[in-house]
């Protein structure tokens, strides 16, 4: 088992994918390894790569995906797991752009209208702070994280899409609950721009060669601090702290998080 917190465990058909143990706490404890992992979806694990997601014995997928994005490209679970989906963004208004990703990647003109001229950033950030306040994005964040709070759920592995946006507020508000400094935080947050951008290098070369600019692409397909910020801004006005983001906002009391903390935490 790996030692290094935030390392991608290389399985090509998922990448993105990382276990967040072994960041410390403020405490001096440690999150332990093999208990929550992040990824992309798992509709592309090919026939090579299922026996070594299924090394991970995983309890619980967690899919934060839409409706549509789960009928498109349903998971291949491994034989263990059992999958809650959790549509995070059920009630947004301008839910479309995860859903249209794939035809965006290859449609420049598509791409320019709705995510040109600084619209990428404004959806993003809006998106980020939906996130804390939106009610789909209330109820399934609630389930996620009173179900963390029962054992039986882990090893559990959380994803939506591209496996940073919804997963990422997920795992990164998770994290600051657990005690984990919050340059930490950002750490993990922004490791999808190592971990993920790569493997869309190819798609960056055809859209570039079919006229449109790559830059707006990683926009969508990467990460910024200033999303991230923009949802801690949010819980942050909204609930004053994340204790109150987890017992105000999603309605789980002192003991549950507790529980959270005493299933994934270590000495």
Known sequence: MTSIPGSSIPILSVPNLRDIGGYRTRDGASIRFGRYYRSTDLSKITVDDAPRLADLDLATVFDLRTHSEREAAPDRLPP????????VLADKA??????????????????MSMLGDGRASEYFLGSYRDFVTLPSAVASYRTLFTDLAASATL????????????TG????????????DEDDVFHDYLLTNEQLLPTFESVFEKFAAAGGDPELLKQVLGVRPEYLQAALAQMRESFGSIEGYFGDGLGIDVAGQAAIRAHLLED
């Open 94 to 111: 301008l839910r479309s752009v995860p859903a249209q990703m794939q035809s965006m990647m290859s449609d420049p003109a598509s791409a």
């Open 155 to 166: 090893p559990a592995l959380v994803h939506c899409t591209t496996g940073k946006d919804r």
């Open 80 to 87: 263990s797991a059992r999958e809650v989906p959790l549509d």
């Open 169 to 180: 507020w997920a795992t990164a508000s998770l994290l600051l609950l657990l005690g984990v």
